[in-house]
């Protein structure tokens, strides 16, 4: 059987049949990696481990003992997620010997539910970047079109599971960096609620923006995905205390009841022809089908993209001192202190990092930081104040917010590379959830067949703070209705 | 238009930043920086309140509605990893080795 054609939810049901083992499945993903290089996913691969823990499965199968929905599905993790005594790199060369001491909490949370881990995905270099083509190892291709980008950061977890590589994976999203390629691959993925999920074992890039979360096949997988990693988290601060309840069953009378909000600023143009008929048609089928759809206003949308290339290289430039050639790699050929620092990281970091570092330090440095990081964190809270607005009863009064995902499909291999402005710019309707916290999902148009020709378009889904099970339900029934 | 950033603003930065920029490199990390302080100077021509309640910007936690999450203030070892320590370039007995501050 064709096992890379699952669901998760398939997958469970075909193993608790006995139609597979899960060492059978980890061992046809590894055969797939290895013969079929022409997207380039991963930057490591785990075979040894992931098939031990695939034979634990089985035991555990063939014993009887009671398995969750995510045993022995065999998962991609994005390359700045640490996975203990495994190779981390964040896809830079200032890392490429490192081997992670711990598990992030992601993880321990995936091996309590018995999940196979593959390897780990490329993504621009510390997950800067919207194209994956700033790894500094190699370039990954989309599925779709292997001459067009997978989209990023998390281009390598994308591509993965649209490939037919994994059957899901993990990516971390700071401005868009796990929808953005959702939306580029054609398949699911979500950005949780900051305080979520733990970010504890995630390579830091902006700490008030970072999330990690999920990309799958369906909004059902990303679901039972995110119940699993959700959670407070002594070790993550920021992780919040309050429990709330699973995500993963569709509820038709509550799917139904919800109200669409569609911000007339996400539509006044700058859309590509192709990409803003396909999100028409999505925001249709809810229209068609009797869902109450109102018009909104979020009018500080506008200055959300410079808000955020003020507030992130800020917070990078500070999370990346750390690589400094005293704790991590060292530059062999520096002596002194000040030259350890200056070569470990003139010759460990690539362009982008380096940009984002003196654009950081250039915002906050005395002088200019009123008029730049002070000007954007005030700014910052006027796009807070504009989705409370939408969200509160006494005002718009929607649920859940309608918008595209990215403003174009995806670009050629090298288009953008060039020109820095151009490639921050595909992220314009993802920065502003970042920017105020919320929950925000992309989900496919429709299903899109790889070898098709067909470029892949998404539709992003926000929700109230920790409502996640608003958008995955009704993400649910936009699935259930569009069909396969 | 009033150029934003010096012409030497690449090797001043450079040098708090600690990093290390070839010649060759630095023009170009210029024109980027320009170019990306250019579209971000837009910010300019918002209006924020400046009076005395707003004169320093909210904290992250406020515009996140997120709230700090302390804990009691107790020593805890159990993730100092034998193998994050071994990785350092210079270990000893399981520290971190720091070469000399001063000269």
């Not at chain 1, 290089?37 to 031990?52: G, K």
């Not at chain 2, 023009?27 to 918002?46: H, I, P």
Request: hydrophobic letters at 35%.
């Amino acid at each position: 059987m064709d096992i890379s054609g699952l669901t998760i939810k398939s997958f469970h049901n075909a193993l608790q049949r006995k139609e597979f083992s899960a060492r059978e499945a980890t061992d046809f993903y590894f055969k797939r990696i290895s013969e079929d290089d022409s997207v380039r996913p991963f930057i490591s691969t785990l075979e040894i481990q992931a098939r031990e823990r695939a034979d634990a499965v089985d035991k555990m199968l063939a014993d009887g003992d009671e398995t969750g929905p995510l045993a022995g599905v065999p998962m991609a993790i994005k390359d700045n997620i640490l996975i203990e005594n495994t190779p981390v790199t964040a896809g830079s060369q200032i890392l490429k010997n490192y081997f992670a001491g711990y598990n992030a909490t992601v993880i321990e949370k995936l091996k309590k539910e018995n999940c196979v881990f593959l390897g780990k995905t490329n993504l621009d270099e510390f997950a800067m970047g919207s194209s994956t083509e700033n790894s500094s190892f190699h370039i990954t291709k989309n599925p779709h079109d292997l001459k067009r980008v997978p989209g990023g950061s998390s281009g390598g977890s994308a591509a993965a599971v649209a490939g037919g590589f994994s059957l899901a994976a993990l990516g971390s999203d700071t401005g868009g960096s796990i929808r953005q390629p959702a939306s580029f691959c054609g398949v699911v993925g979500l950005k949780p609620t900051y305080g979520a999920v733990s970010r504890f074992g995630l390579i830091a890039l902006a700490s008030s923006l970072d999330q990690i979360g999920t990309l799958s096949k369906t909004v059902e997988d990303s679901a039972i995905v995110f119940d699993a990693i959700k959670g407070s988290d002594e070790h993550d601060a920021t992780s919040d205390k309050n429990e709330y309840g699973a995500t993963a069953f569709f509820d038709d009378d509550s799917a139904k009841k919800l109200t669409i909000g569609v911000p007339k600023e996400y539509f006044s143009g700058g859309m590509e022809k192709e990409t803003e008929a396909e999100i028409n048609n999505a925001l249709h089928v809810f229209k068609k089908n009797g869902f109450t759809v109102k018009k909104i206003s979020l009018p500080h949308t506008k200055h959300a993209l410079s808000c955020y290339y003020i507030i992130m290289p800020a917070e990078a430039s500070a999370n990346l001192a750390r690589f400094d050639g005293v704790r991590y790699e060292r530059n062999q050929e520096a002596e002194s202190l000040p030259e350890i620092y200056k070569k470990t990281r003139g010759s460990g970091f690539g362009n982008e990092p380096k940009r984002r570092i003196l654009l950081g330090t250039f915002v906050l440095s005395s002088g200019y930081y009123d008029a730049f990081y002070a000007k954007a964190q005030k700014a910052r809270q006027l796009i807070a104040d504009d989705f409370k607005r939408a969200f509160a009863p006494a005002d718009y009064g929607v649920d859940v917010i309608f918008t595209p995902t990215s403003p174009t499909r995806a670009f050629k291999i090298g288009e953008k590379t060039e020109d820095p402005v151009s490639m921050y710019l595909s992220d314009i309707f993802t920065v502003p959830v970042n920017l105020v916290g919320l929950p925000g999902l992309s989900i496919p148009v429709k299903k899109y067949v790889v070898g098709s020709g067909e470029l892949p378009v998404g539709f992003q889904l926000i929700g109230k703070r920790f409502h996640e099970k608003d958008i995955l339900n009704l993400g649910m029934w936009y699935e259930r209705e569009v069909g396969e | 238009m009033k150029k934003i950033i010096e012409e030497n603003a690449v090797s001043n930065l450079a040098e708090l930043a600690k990093l290390d920029i070839g010649s060759s490199d630095k023009k170009k990390l210029l024109r980027d920086l320009e170019a990306v302080l250019e579209y971000v100077a837009e910010l300019q021509s918002l209006e924020t309140d400046e009076t005395s309640s707003q004169k320093n910007p909210p904290a992250c936690g406020e515009v996140l509605s997120a709230d700090n999450t302390l804990r009691p203030d107790e020593v805890k070892t159990e993730f100092i990893s034998e193998l994050s320590t071994k990785q350092f370039p210079e270990e000893h007995n399981g520290f971190l080795r720091v070469p000399p501050v001063f000269e």
